[in-house]
């Protein structure tokens, strides 16, 4: 049992309300600050609101996050919110002598041909994928904000690079979501309209690793409380799974018989993304949920929270 006073910064959030839950049931006290109180991205704002509440220790889940066609689509609001929530947080949090920070970065910061599986050491060794690296580029920033703000000030920020997450609170939105929350609302729709295809973006051959966010949100403590080192530590599942083999596991889980379809002219992004986190294995975390069972789980609370406000003729566009 631990009463530290922790910050979830991004608390609403998939990876934020996991941490939440996660840390609420270790008996830690977690503030929130919610969007209508703290502008994150006025850094004024920021700054008086983590004076007035000097937590033991900030968890940064917040983000401007999206997909693969959010991400093309909207580089302005990729580089620029996020820069701007680092910067005000990482700034503040020492303006406030907040001396704890994990900062929650992406293995798309790595360069799109990194050898892998992909090592921490392969950080800006190479060009990124051209279709996240508006947001790529500002969560490098962010693992730089902690390095420099370490070297100067000896402050103990890290940062923590997940690989591709999902799980509950995940955003299912057609247009904005990844691809796994995508597929869960697409074969839900299909078999539910009974339609006799879907439609899966790309070719089907990029690889990827799919990580729960409960299996990060411990991860991330774990951090907190055992590593405080320099270098971004990578958090991944260890395993990886085609878009292909991932959207017939999805479909099995929601029990849609009709048949898949790609559509080449959608962009496949990085080839492969398969991260190495044998550092972080070595100091003691293992993921503990299989994708199968967790892809259960996020059908069954998608079921439960997000199927009835939506309208499934609109949705279904792609
Ligand atoms: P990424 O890992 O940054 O590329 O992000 P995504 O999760 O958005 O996409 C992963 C892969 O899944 C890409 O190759 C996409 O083209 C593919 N994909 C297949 N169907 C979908 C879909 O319906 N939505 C999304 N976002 N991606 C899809």
């Not at 996050?65 to 620029?80: E, K, M, Q, R, S």
């Not at 929350?181 to 879907?198: C, D, N, Q, T, Y």
């Not at 973006?201 to 799919?210: K, N, S, Y």
Request: overall charge neutral.
């Amino acid at each position: 049992m631990s009463n530290r006073r922790i910050w979830v910064a991004g608390h609403r959030g998939m990876v934020g309300s996991a941490l939440t839950r996660y840390l609420e049931a270790r008996g830690d006290h977690v503030l929130k600050a919610d969007r209508s109180v703290v502008d994150l991205r006025n850094q004024i704002a920021v700054e008086v609101w983590l004076k007035q509440n000097r937590p033991d220790a900030i968890l940064f889940a917040a983000a401007k996050v999206g997909g693969i066609y959010a991400n093309d689509t909207y580089p302005a609001d990729f580089i620029y919110d996020n820069l701007a929530i680092e910067t005000n947080i990482i700034h503040s949090a020492h303006a406030a002598d907040v001396d704890r920070l994990v900062f929650l970065g992406s293995s798309c910061i790595y360069p799109k041909f990194a050898p892998q599986p992909i090592r921490e050491d392969a950080l800006l060794t190479g060009p990124l994928e051209p279709t996240n690296e508006w947001y790529a580029v500002a969560k490098i920033a962010g693992i730089k904000l902690c390095q420099a703000y370490r070297k100067q000030y000896n402050r103990r920020y890290i940062s923590v690079m997940p690989c591709n997450l999902y799980g509950p609170n995940d955003n299912f939105d057609l247009q904005t979501s990844h691809v796994l929350p995508a597929l869960i609302r697409k074969f839900h729709e299909a078999k539910k309209m009974g339609r006799s295809e879907v439609v899966v973006w790309g070719t089907g051959t990029p690889l990827r690793e799919f990580l729960h966010v409960d299996d990060l949100a411990r991860g991330v403590v774990f951090c907190l409380d055992n590593y405080d080192g320099y270098e971004h530590i990578n958090c991944g599942a260890g395993s990886e799974i085609s878009i292909r083999e991932l959207a017939e596991t999805v479909q099995r889980a929601v029990g849609y018989v009709g048949r898949l379809v790609f559509d080449t002219a959608k962009p496949d992004g990085t080839p492969r993304k398969i991260m190495d986190s044998s550092r972080l294995r070595a100091l003691g975390w293992a993921p503990e949920i299989s994708l199968e069972d967790g892809i259960a789980g996020a059908y069954r609370w998608f079921l439960a929270n997000n199927e009835a406000s939506r309208e499934p003729e609109l949705a279904t566009a792609s």
